[in-house]
Structure formats: structure tokens, C-alpha cells
């Protein structure tokens, strides 16, 4: 059974073209899903429709959860600036009640899991971007959702603090067998983190390309299958001519 599935859904702004034209995704439970394609494609439309934020014109989409089972990752961190980062990971608790020691306890957890532990007290502006990012993850995993929508959430880092996140990222949605939809522009970060690449074309699901790599290390990474797939993907892109 699919804890999330879109059957020929569409989508269209009032006044506009359609942005989502007939999507088609099956999300299996403790799957990790990336959307990849070209910008204005429909990746962060899909992914708000996924979520509920947007309601579909017509086909139907089935989550097997609540809407507390789900966590959302925004392109940029969107902490609140007068809260420190504890605080800010507890902000989906902190809606419904007052944080209890046991909820205090298990988001300093998640912020020592990524490293962050000595800067729980911090406010947003006290933190540099990449220890944003990993403060907006932590929110999003505190209220251990079974399904994790992320758009783009490392795009505006560098490639060092991104790989470390990458890493963090999977071995966070391993521990909490988090099922996960993961929206990227980077063909080898897809290739990296996702079991399926969904390509995104004019608002469809033109193409899901497995992924099976025997490991995610380092070898692996730079390792001749990696690189395989990450041709693969770049064909079903149509980039072909630009390699
Ligand atoms: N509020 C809106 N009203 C009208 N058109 C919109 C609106 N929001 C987005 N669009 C259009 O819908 C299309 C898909 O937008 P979307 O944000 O889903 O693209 P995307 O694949 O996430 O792109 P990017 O990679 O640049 O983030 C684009 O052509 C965009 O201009
Ligand atoms: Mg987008």
C-alpha cells in the first residue's frame, strides 16, 4: 500500500495554463523519492498538493496519514527570528501546547544528532545558513512525521555543508523510517539521496527511474554505477547534448 499516491491529478492558477497535467506518483512507506526538472516544471505545485496546501482541480490524492503526520522543508529556513533554535525546532508543538520536558528532551536530541547541540540557545540570526537549515530539518522531524516534503532545502549552501546535510538527511529518515519526497534541481544529489528519481515534465511525472546503489559511501558516490545513473537521469532530462 502507497502512504501517499496521485492518480492523474491537475492543477490549474485561476487565469493560467496548467501547472500539474495529469500526475501520476506512488510513494511507498519508507521510500525516498526525489522530484528532479527544469525550473517552472510544477515540482514545488506537486509538492504542495502532496501536502494538502493546495487542492487539486480534478484526479485525487491519498495519504494514509494526518496532517501532523507531515513535515514541510521551505527552500529558505523561514525561522522565527525571535525565537532561538530549540525553540524554533519545538514551533509545531508549541501550536498545540506548551512543550513538555520529554518534547524539551527530544528536540535538543535532534539538534545534537545534527550537530547543533551546543547551539540550541542561539537565535536564527546567530547561526550561519547551513546551521539554518539543519534547524528548519529538525522542526520538521519533531513531531516524527510519516511523510517528509522537502523543496529544495539546500539549494543556497555550499557543496561541503551540503554533502554533511545530505548525509544527515538519510541517516535521520533512516532512524525514523521517514518516508520522504525530496524536491531538487541537482541530478547527482538526487542520484545520492533518492531509491526513485521522478522526473518532472510540463506539470507530469514524465519519467521514475530506480535507483539501486549497494551503499551511499563515499566510493560509492564517485564509483562508475553512480555516475551511470546520474546519466541516466541527465538523458531523461533531455540534456543529453549538454554533457
Ligand atoms: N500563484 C501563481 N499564479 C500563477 N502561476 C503560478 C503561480 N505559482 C506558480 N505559478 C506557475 O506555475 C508553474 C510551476 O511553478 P512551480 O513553482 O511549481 O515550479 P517549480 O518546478 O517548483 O520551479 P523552480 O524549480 O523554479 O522552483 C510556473 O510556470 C509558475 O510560473
Ligand atoms: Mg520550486
Not at 19 to 38: K, N
Not at 76 to 81: G, K
Request: glycine residues 8%; contains cysteine.
Amino acid at each position: 500500500m502507497s502512504l501517499l499516491s496521485l492518480r492523474d491529478v491537475r492543477f490549474a492558477f485561476p487565469g493560467w495554463p496548467p501547472t500539474v497535467d495529469g500526475a501520476d506518483l506512488a510513494v511507498e512507506e519508507g521510500a525516498f523519492h526525489c522530484l528532479v526538472g527544469r525550473s517552472g516544471c510544477g515540482k514545488t505545485t506537486l509538492l504542495k498538493i502532496a501536502a494538502g496546501l493546495l487542492a487539486p482541480d480534478s484526479g485525487r490524492v491519498v495519504f494514509h496519514g494526518g496532517p501532523r503526520d507531515i513535515g514541510f522543508v521551505f527552500q529558505s529556513p523561514t525561522l522565527l527570528e525571535w525565537l532561538t533554535a530549540i525553540d524554533n525546532v519545538l514551533l509545531p508543538v508549541s501550536l498545540h501546547h506548551r512543550p513538555t520536558g520529554e518534547e524539551r528532551a527530544r528536540a535538543l536530541q535532534l539538534l545534537q544528532q545534527l550537530g547543533l547541540g551546543e547551539q540550541a540557545r542561539k537565535q536564527p540570526r546567530q547561526l550561519s545558513g547551513g546551521q539554518q537549515s539543519r534547524v528548519a530539518l529538525a522542526r520538521a522531524l519533531i513531531l516524527q512525521p510519516k511523510l517528509l516534503l522537502l523543496d529544495e532545502p539546500f539549494a543556497a549552501l555550499d557543496a561541503i555543508t551540503r554533502e554533511e546535510l545530505q548525509r544527515d538527511l538519510l541517516a535521520m529518515c533512516r532512524r525514523q523510517r521517514t518516508t520522504v519526497l525530496f524536491v531538487t534541481h541537482d541530478i547527482a544529489e538526487a542520484v545520492y539521496l533518492a531509491d526513485h528519481v521522478d522526473v518532472v515534465e510540463s506539470g507530469r511525472i514524465a519519467q521514475e527511474i530506480p535507483i539501486a546503489l549497494p551503499d551511499r559511501s563515499a566510493a560509492t558516490r564517485y564509483g562508475p554505477a553512480f555516475a551511470g545513473l546520474c546519466a541516466q537521469v541527465r538523458a531523461a532530462l533531455h540534456l543529453e547534448a549538454l554533457a
